[in-house]
């Protein structure tokens, strides 16, 4: 058997390479096959890339006009030899026995089309940070409804035949297109959860996730195009609905602190945009924190402590809606004001 590696990237030199080390890294009776995807990269990945290549025959490095994360995938995709996929963003890394865990996992399940594990949260250093990963073990599809548990895609591992039956990684969502695939896949066949840990999941400042209009925009675009199924499965609906809600709250909060930032540092130009992008996508939360902040200014003319507690209350609420749309547990203090205010 003969697992495939594929590692997009995009201006990624600071990591590619620690990503592409991990990967020829792995070990075990199977063969690794590694291709690396330059989407057009500009700051000397292909560089890094190309002097990796030029040290092992297992890796292989393909270059294309920047077409975005999906297309790179994609491409990666048609150029792997493996049995067994698994795709590696380029600032991730895969811990050693990753393939290992996986091979074993499918060679145990199989009729299953999907495995996958867990990851690390790692800084912009590579160090590691707390890590609220939530155990997800059945009910995988309903599951996904409400939150993605699958942080990054290096955690997953696919057989090959899976994207000839659901199709594969769609531009048109590109910042969740993994989210969208695991979707599919999950309506179509048997997934399992091998519960080891994988990969590390780098977090830093260019990466797509922290873009939180094109986030939203996409994730919900994810969730839109399984209308027709949940239509069609109303045991399904409610959970459409919480995650659509919990979604919208995980983004758009993140929306209102880029919006209060740009405000203060008077970037009104950038300020305006996003109150834009707020109304269009966080409607019931740009209300929310409007009659937050006129009940603030009541309560300080009139002191009147009621007002406090129900508004205590409601962040309580958005704060552990949010964090469900991740699958993390809301703060002690959240928790802690709801039981007070209940």
Not at 197 to 210: K, P, W
Not at 232 to 244: K, M
Not at 246 to 274: C, K, M, N, P
């Amino acid at each position: 058997m003969t697992v495939s590696i594929v590692i997009p990237c995009y201006n990624q030199a600071r990591f590619v390479g620690e990503g592409i080390a991990s990967a020829l890294a792995q070990t075990g009776p199977h063969g690794i096959d590694v291709i690396a995807v330059d989407d057009g990269s500009t700051d000397g990945s292909a560089a890094v890339m190309a002097a990796a290549a030029a040290t092992s025959a297992r890796l292989r490095v393909i270059s294309q006009p920047n077409c975005g994360l999906a297309a790179a995938r994609n491409a990666g995709l048609d150029a792997a030899r493996g049995e067994l996929i698994i795709f590696l963003d380029a600032d991730d890394r895969l811990h050693p026995g990753a393939v290992n865990a996986a091979v074993k996992s499918l060679a145990a399940a199989t009729d299953a089309i999907m495995t996958f594990g867990r990851c690390t949260l790692v800084d912009e250093g590579g160090q590691p940070m707390l890590t609220n990963l939530p155990v997800v073990t059945e009910n995988f599809y309903a599951e996904l409804l409400q939150r993605n548990y699958i942080w990054t895609p290096a955690m997953a591992a696919f057989r090959r035949h899976v994207f000839e039956a659901v199709g594969r990684f769609d531009s048109r969502v590109d910042p969740s297109a993994d989210y969208d695939l695991y979707l599919r896949i999950a309506r179509h066949g048997r997934i399992v959860s091998h519960g080891q840990l994988v990969a590390d999941y780098r977090q830093h400042g260019s990466s797509m996730s922290r873009d939180p209009v094109a986030m939203l925009d996409a994730t919900l675009a994810v969730l839109a195009a399984q209308r027709p199924y949940i239509d069609a499965h109303s045991e399904f609906r409610r959970l459409y609905w919480r995650g659509r809600r919990a979604w919208r709250i995980f983004y758009g909060e993140q929306l209102v602190e880029r919006f209060r930032t740009d405000l203060h540092a008077g970037r009104y130009r950038r300020a305006l945009s996003a109150a834009g992008h707020l109304l269009r996508l966080y409607p019931h939360g740009v209300a929310h924190h409007v009659l937050k902040k006129g009940g603030l200014i009541l309560r300080a003319r009139a002191s009147q402590h009621p007002a406090q507690a129900a508004s205590d209350t409601e962040s309580s609420r958005f704060e552990t809606e949010a964090a469900s749309a991740r699958g993390v547990r809301p703060s002690l203090r959240a928790r802690r004001r709801e039981r007070h205010n209940a």
